[in-house]
């Protein structure tokens, strides 16, 4: 979700507050968010840096709290702004996806994070995707919670009726507030599609999310968007790089971008299988893989999903 700010929720705060208030939430960030020191892979085990424009940045939802330890990755997006900065791409890869995770061999992809952290985690999803990760967020799940709440609530529309931790969630606008929330991201086994489905409530609770950041009421109260900062820097942790002044020269450059130019999607997969040694796993579409390497490559995912549009994931 910190990407996410950044990509479309703070390019309207550059815009909408002065220099003075950007500087007391640029320490109000730096006061709670932790640094991932190592975030990334050996220089030698990473494609190529491409000065094109376009930014690639991983999120990762863990339920662990010390930034880049090793623990269970729940939820893994890729972010991609492309050079034009028109739109903001939000994929979802699915945590069961089987791939080959270096030194290991093939598993699902959320045991690379399990094995060796974010550093581990960036590089199977360089070496999936051929595309080069410019920065990495983590955040842990008790802090949508607190996202939530900063803003009152946040309204997502559900695409399946269903029940969760005591709460019921109708087909349709639901208003979340922070403990609803992490029930509606958490949830899989109400649903026949158990991961797809959540990865696609996730996705809901994004567009909500920024919608809500976004409200003019939520932009014209200093409190609400200084305790907005403060809930998510307490418990996202980012690569050194990705610095208060990193973020405002990304925001700033994003100044045209709006809700309705955020894209969510799924990495494409083809059913599933199990392993040899009895894991149940979902494999990846390998043709949808290389024109989305493709894509990522040439700056043209709009164009990818104009293409695969309609085209059944899974």
């Known amino acids: 979700m910190a990407a996410l700010v950044v990509f479309v929720g703070l390019p309207a705060l550059v815009i909408g507050v002065g220099a003075g208030y950007l500087g007391h939430l640029a320490r109000t960030w730096d006061d709670g968010a932790s640094t991932i020191r ?183 109260d200093p409190a609400a968007v200084s305790s907005f900062v403060a809930a998510t820097a307490d418990h996202v942790a980012v690569d050194p790089g990705l610095t208060p002044t990193r973020m405002a020269g990304i925001a700033w450059s994003a100044r045209e971008l709006r809700p309705s130019g955020l894209h969510a999607f799924t990495m494409a997969t083809a059913g599933g299988g199990t392993s040899a040694d009895g894991q149940s796993y979902v494999a990846f579409d390998v043709d949808r893989l290389y024109a989305l390497r493709q894509a990522l490559h040439d700056d043209t995912v709009g164009d990818y999903l104009d293409q695969t549009r309609g085209v059944p994931v899974g």
């Open 38 to 220: 190592a975030a990334f892979p050996d220089e030698a085990d990473r494609p190529a840096a491409v000065d094109d424009g376009a930014l690639d940045v991983l999120l990762l939802g863990s339920d662990t709290r010390q930034a880049g330890a090793s623990g269970r990755s729940d939820s893994m997006m890729l972010v991609h702004l492309p050079a034009d900065r028109r739109d903001v791409y939000v994929m979802s890869i699915m945590r069961d996806t089987w791939v080959d995770v270096p030194g290991h061999g093939m598993a699902k992809i959320n045991a690379a994070y399990s094995w060796g952290g974010v550093p581990l985690t960036v590089q199977t999803v360089e070496q999936l995707l051929q595309t080069r990760i410019d920065h990495v967020a983590e955040v842990d799940f008790t802090g949508f919670e607190g996202m939530t709440d900063a803003l009152g609530g946040v309204d997502v529309v559900s695409e399946r009726a269903f029940r969760a931790g005591g709460h019921d969630f109708v087909a349709g606008p639901n208003h979340l507030d922070g403990e609803q929330a992490l029930d509606f991201v958490r949830e899989r086994k109400s649903f026949a599609e158990a991961d797809h489905q959540r990865v696609r409530n996730q996705q809901a609770f994004v567009r909500g999310l920024v919608d809500g950041l976004l409200d003019r009421r939520t932009l014209t």
